[in-house]
């Protein structure tokens, strides 16, 4: 359509020539202030001690794609192991776990990097040359630093050590062996706070968030909503990682597993990678879902592009990454608007976001700055989470948390953690969530919901009536 047609927040982002990535200056918006100083330099945290050397060694493998998979069907009950697969064909499964690092109170991602700094002073990989992979902690963050206690064995934030990380990059298996030549000393514990505050029902805090809208006492609030099923008999992680791969190749599969719960999903949104100075990221917000047919499909779409409170939600988000990296990267660019992308259960708008680190930030500062986008959390960020804590208490958990690796180069690769369910005691909790404005209706918001549960339903072999 011609440009001239856009929704006036399209309009703002000015081209440097027809259809080339854009720098520009996002609008003003609701309750924006300017990023704290301390954001702009690295986060530091006095280290601690661990005490004794990671001795690493890397060799070529032989294992496939479904090998890995079925790993995890061999992880015991009171055993710990993390799986993870992206888009870019990165495969990997960890387990025989050596050290946690528990970072879930205080600054978060300043425990993330002490843990991180602490890790890498005391790494030795033996092996050199192209099998190298180098020190890679896995795990990730809550939504926020409390959680409900169904979520206690994972807390509101760890990073695992572990001793056996099995692999497949660009096509090349190999795995990697870990080992400690004493017993670390014991890391500073930081427990997550407990927060049990039963939630009013889903649909009643749909209408309140719209109603806050509508009286700008906020730009935009995201709801979340979970939903309990038995768990079908024959249904492990392992089937679940191998169905969500299956249907969801253009998303990240991740599985955390301890304790005898998994936390698993598979989603569209990239929190942050980094390589070297290099940054990216994205913005996601704005949704449909799949019509019954090519012909439905094509007009949802369409309706997509020009949907006013759809463009106007994705806009939010948009602007706020792109106030959030100003202080810490350079050369940040993005598309011109956003397109359409197709899952195979939802249409999204989405804008890849680029750039490059400014010299002395580091990712996790980056990370920290990001997290939680109005895409999960709403806009101003400190009155929508604050809005959360009390609607929702701590029954989040890692739903829309941060979950990934921290290398020892630096490098990070984090996604928000969507379409998800957690498996405890026999039952599935599935989570999805929605961005309400102003414009939002009930529902269709309540019609999105469904689309987004129906992801993790048909992993899990539900029925579309649980």
Not at 195 to 208: F, G, V
Request: hydrophobic residues 45%; contains cysteine; negative net charge.
């Amino acid at each position: 359509m011609a440009s001239a047609n856009w929704p006036a927040c399209i309009r703002t982002m000015r081209p440097l020539a027809p259809d080339a990535p854009t720098s520009y200056a996002p609008r003003e918006r609701l309750g924006s202030a300017p990023l704290p100083p301390a954001l702009a330099g690295p986060l530091s945290q006095p280290p601690r001690v661990f005490g004794v050397k990671i001795h690493c060694t890397t060799r070529a493998a032989h294992h496939t794609a479904s090998a890995l998979r079925d790993a995890l069907a061999s992880v015991g009950p009171e055993e710990t192991a993390f799986y993870w697969r992206s888009p870019e064909g990165e495969m990997l499964v960890a387990d025989r776990l050596l050290h946690s690092w528990e970072v879930g109170a205080g600054d978060r991602f300043a425990r993330s990097q002490a843990a991180l700094d602490e890790a890498r002073a005391h790494f030795v990989e033996a092996t050199e040359g192209s099998q190298a992979r180098g020190l890679r902690l896995l795990g990730g963050l809550a939504f926020a630093p409390e959680v409900a206690s169904e979520w206690s064995a994972f807390g509101a934030g760890r990073w695992l050590l572990f001793g056996r990380i099995r692999g497949i990059t660009e096509g090349l298996a190999w795995e990697q062996e870990l080992r400690l030549d004493g017993h670390p000393n014991a890391s500073q514990s930081a427990a997550a706070a407990v927060l049990d505050a039963p939630p009013a029902p889903y649909a009643a805090r749909l209408s309140a968030a719209v109603e806050s809208c509508r009286r700008g006492e906020l730009e935009k609030l995201v709801v979340a909503s979970w939903t309990d099923a038995p768990l079908v008999a024959g249904v492990t992680p392992a089937t679940v990682v191998t169905a969500l791969d299956a249907r969801f190749e253009a998303c990240t599969t991740y599985a955390l597993l301890t304790a005898g719960a998994c936390f698993v999903g598979a989603t569209p949104e990239l929190l942050l990678a980094t390589d070297g100075d290099g940054l990216r990221t994205v913005a996601l917000a704005g949704s449909a879902p799949r019509g019954r047919d090519e012909a439905a499909d094509a007009l949802q779409m369409a309706a997509l592009r020009r949907s006013e409170k759809d463009l106007r939600e994705h806009c939010i988000v948009r602007d706020d990454i792109f106030v959030r990296l100003g202080p810490l990267a350079t050369h940040i660019t993005m598309g011109v608007a956003p397109a359409v992308w197709v899952l195979p259960n939802i249409f999204h708008l989405r804008t890849p976001i680029s750039g490059l680190l400014q010299p002395g930030v580091t990712p996790l500062s980056v990370a920290s700055a990001l997290h939680p986008t109005p895409a999960v959390c709403g806009a101003p960020r400190a009155a929508a989470a604050a809005r959360l804590a009390t609607d929702e208490g701590g029954a989040r958990g890692w739903y829309a948390g941060a979950v990934g690796w921290l290398a020892g180069s630096g490098d990070l690769e984090l996604v928000v953690a969507l379409r998800c369910a957690l498996l405890r005691d026999g039952t599935a909790r599935l989570f999805a969530g929605v961005g309400v404005v102003a414009a939002s209706e009930v529902t269709a918001e309540l019609a999105e919901t469904e689309s987004k549960l129906a992801a993790m339903r048909g992993a899990l072999g539900l029925s579309e009536a649980h």
